[in-house]
């Protein structure tokens, strides 16, 4: 089963930078989207950056030039470097992966999702 846990949320401040990891597991997929997704109460989810299997990312215009998202091979751990962090920025954060063909991939924004694919946990941030 593909699982994917996120870690590295809490609170900072206006200004300030957060590390969020994503741990994945069980996945052997070729082929892929991951995107970290947010969300705050009332709104719908959003996709604010994406990274496919070929290495292609793509980010929401709210957050280019301050998120940096990134895939440690390696070690199967997506992250998502968010910098200049502003109050707006404040939503629990979700990691998710795709297994999209490639002939189906098209990058969107900071999304490049298909279908409904795996979800994680999700990790709070708050910024203030």
């Known amino acids: 089963d593909v699982q994917l846990v996120e870690s590295g949320g809490g609170s900072a401040q206006t200004g300030g930078s957060l590390r969020l990891s994503c741990a994945a597991s069980g996945y052997t997929f070729s082929s892929y989207c991951m995107v970290w997704f947010r969300q705050t109460p009332g709104k719908l989810r959003e996709g604010v950056a994406a990274?496919?299997?070929?290495?292609?990312?793509g980010y929401d215009e709210s957050v280019k030039g301050r998120f940096t998202i990134s895939l440690d091979n390696a070690k199967n751990i997506l992250y998502l470097q968010v910098d200049s962090l502003k109050p707006e920025d404040t939503a629990m954060y979700y990691c998710?992966?795709?297994?999209?063909?490639?002939?189906?991939?098209?990058?969107?924004?900071?999304?490049?999702?298909?279908?409904?694919?795996?979800w994680g946990q999700g990790t709070q941030v708050t910024v203030s």
């Open positions: 998710a992966l795709d297994p999209v063909p490639k002939s189906l991939r098209r990058m969107r924004g900071g999304n490049c999702f298909a279908g409904t694919g795996y």
């Open positions: 990274l496919d299997s070929d290495g292609n990312t």
